[in-house]
């Protein structure tokens, strides 16, 4: 019975396959639509996912303090307040796993006929995992470098295409400021930051290296910030609030006075971005669906005028024994073959645009079952719902009116 019916609805389709189309082609784009909509922002999504992940976990950064001078406001990490000694205080907290003191600064990079300017930063081997940095090549320096001020680096990915090319860099000597330094190792590719920049661009030193030999300090053990890793994300309130109470007391801050240090939750900050893309992602997808209804609403539109048309076709069915629930169904199952049929081309052409995307414009664009299913589920529903109304309409008709319809 459900066969015939199925063979019946698709001839009725056949004999209008222009209209057929228009109609199908708004399920077909609401469809595509969201599917490509999804993709876009999921993508975004996985990027600042991606951008926390190569941050590293439950991290803290701790800025010195700012400064004025001659009526010019610097802001943080301007005046010279962190100390070595801080860090190692910090390092003693319970729940913190790691502290990692910095010196960042500027050089220009030398190895044979090649150069590169980039930044140099100056920490200890803390540093490698507070920012779960791995090695892919060569080995980090140690503490023996550290208090032996040694000239030795770890460089990153794009430094070494710039100097290197395709030579193994590790042993060889680069010049960082006219001086030699010996490479150790080669950090593993870490991709962009949170606000865009590359964080293979980068050289690490010995932090006494830094400021003994490279950039020099106005204050012997001074460090611009320092990176903290509690050792869990429940722990982090209390390694902040402990942190602040440390630092009070060791730079004998007075009750009501401006604090010469701020201590920054990464993590939240992160987790903040994180869920801005998702937020953007659904509204994306959210948006995208409108015209999922306006598809809905184009198969009503035709299923009324398929039922108006075929008035007297519905009388001779009831007049030699159709019921009411098979006008029903007859009506209902040609509103579920155009919603399928226009959700499988939709899908077709969504997966199909959102991997042109990806191809031609760089994006991140991720394609999920999830995505397809939802979008899916979504329009068949849709082209159910609407079509429920015209075929309802076509089954509660009297025979005998219907057959005087003219």
Same mark, same amino acid.
């Given at each position: 019975?459900?066969?015939?019916?199925?063979?019946?609805?698709?001839?009725?389709? %056949?004999?209008?396959?222009?209209?057929?189309?228009?109609?199908?082609?708004?399920?077909?784009?609401?469809?595509?639509?969201?599917?490509?909509?999804?993709?876009?922002?999921?993508?975004?999504?996985?990027?600042?996912?991606?951008?926390?992940?190569?941050?590293?976990?439950? @991290?803290?950064?701790?800025?010195?303090?700012?400064?004025?001078?001659?009526?010019?406001?610097?802001?943080?990490? =301007?005046?010279?307040?962190?100390?070595?000694?801080?860090?190692?205080?910090?390092?003693?907290?319970?729940?913190?796993?790691?502290? =990692?003191?910095? =010196?960042?600064?500027?050089?220009?990079?030398?190895?044979?006929?090649?150069?590169?300017?980039?930044?140099?930063?100056?920490?200890?081997?803390?540093?490698?995992?507070?920012?779960?940095?791995?090695?892919?090549?060569?080995?980090?320096?140690?503490?023996?470098?550290?208090?032996?001020?040694?000239?030795?680096?770890?460089?990153?990915?794009?430094?070494?295409?710039?100097?290197?090319?395709?030579?193994?860099? /590790?042993?060889?000597?680069?010049?960082?400021?006219?001086?030699?330094?010996? /490479?150790?190792?080669?950090?593993?590719?870490? %991709?962009?930051?949170?606000?865009?920049?590359?964080?293979?661009?980068?050289?690490?030193?010995?932090?006494?290296?830094?400021?003994?030999?490279?950039?020099?300090?106005?204050?012997?053990?001074?460090?611009?910030?320092?990176?903290?890793?509690?050792?869990?994300?429940?722990?982090?309130?209390?390694?902040? #609030?402990?942190?602040?109470?440390?630092?009070?007391?060791?730079?004998?801050?007075?009750?009501?006075?401006?604090?010469?240090?701020?201590?920054?939750?990464?993590?939240?900050?992160?987790?903040?971005?994180?869920?801005?893309?998702?937020?953007?992602?659904?509204?994306?997808?959210?948006?995208?669906?409108?015209?999922?209804?306006?598809?809905? $609403?184009?198969?009503?539109? $035709?299923?009324?005028?398929?039922?108006?048309?075929?008035?007297?076709?519905?009388? $001779?069915?009831?007049?030699?024994?159709?019921?009411?629930?098979?006008?029903? @169904?007859?009506?209902?199952?040609?509103?579920?073959?155009?919603?399928?049929? %226009?959700?499988?081309?939709?899908?077709?052409?969504?997966?199909?645009?959102?991997?042109?995307?990806? #191809?031609?414009?760089?994006?991140?664009?991720?394609?999920? =079952?999830?995505?397809?299913?939802?979008?899916?589920?979504?329009?068949?529903?849709?082209?159910?719902?609407?079509?429920?109304?015209?075929?309802? #309409?076509?089954?509660?008709? #009297?025979?005998?009116?219907?057959?005087?319809?003219?």
């Amino acid at each position: 019975m459900t066969a015939a019916m199925l063979a019946e609805a698709w001839q009725a389709m %056949g004999a209008n396959r222009l209209r057929t189309f228009l109609t199908m082609l708004g399920m077909v784009i609401g469809v595509g639509a969201v599917i490509l909509m999804l993709a876009v922002g999921q993508g975004a999504q996985q990027q600042v996912q991606e951008s926390i992940a190569s941050m590293g976990s439950n @991290l803290f950064i701790i800025l010195s303090g700012s400064t004025t001078s001659g009526g010019l406001r610097m802001g943080g990490g =301007a005046a010279p307040t962190l100390t070595m000694a801080d860090a190692a205080a910090i390092e003693e907290l319970p729940s913190v796993a790691a502290v =990692a003191p910095t =010196a960042p600064g500027t050089a220009q990079l030398v190895y044979g006929p090649n150069n590169w300017s980039t930044q140099v930063m100056g920490s200890t081997p803390s540093f490698l995992t507070v920012r779960d940095w791995k090695l892919s090549a060569g080995f980090p320096f140690t503490d023996s470098d550290i208090r032996s001020a040694t000239r030795v680096c770890l460089l990153g990915q794009t430094v070494v295409q710039n100097l290197f090319g395709d030579e193994d860099p /590790v042993g060889k000597t680069i010049r960082i400021k006219n001086s030699p330094y010996v /490479v150790l190792g080669v950090l593993a590719a870490k %991709g962009q930051s949170l606000d865009g920049r590359d964080q293979d661009d980068t050289v690490i030193v010995p932090v006494t290296t830094a400021l003994r030999k490279l950039f020099g300090s106005q204050f012997a053990g001074t460090v611009r910030f320092m990176m903290a890793q509690a050792e869990s994300a429940d722990a982090m309130p209390a390694v902040e #609030k402990a942190i602040n109470e440390l630092l009070h007391q060791r730079h004998r801050i007075r009750e009501g006075a401006d604090n010469d240090f701020s201590v920054r939750n990464l993590t939240a900050l992160a987790n903040t971005a994180a869920e801005t893309a998702q937020v953007m992602s659904l509204m994306l997808g959210a948006i995208a669906s409108v015209s999922l209804l306006v598809g809905g $609403i184009g198969i009503m539109n $035709i299923m009324l005028v398929s039922v108006t048309e075929r008035t007297r076709e519905i009388g $001779i069915r009831m007049a030699i024994g159709a019921r009411g629930s098979d006008i029903l @169904l007859q009506f209902l199952l040609e509103a579920i073959i155009i919603s399928v049929i %226009g959700c499988l081309i939709g899908v077709a052409l969504g997966v199909g645009g959102a991997l042109l995307v990806s #191809k031609f414009s760089g994006m991140a664009i991720v394609v999920t =079952a999830a995505s397809i299913f939802m979008a899916f589920a979504v329009a068949a529903a849709v082209g159910i719902f609407f079509g429920w109304y015209p075929a309802r #309409k076509a089954a509660a008709m #009297k025979p005998i009116d219907a057959l005087r319809y003219q």
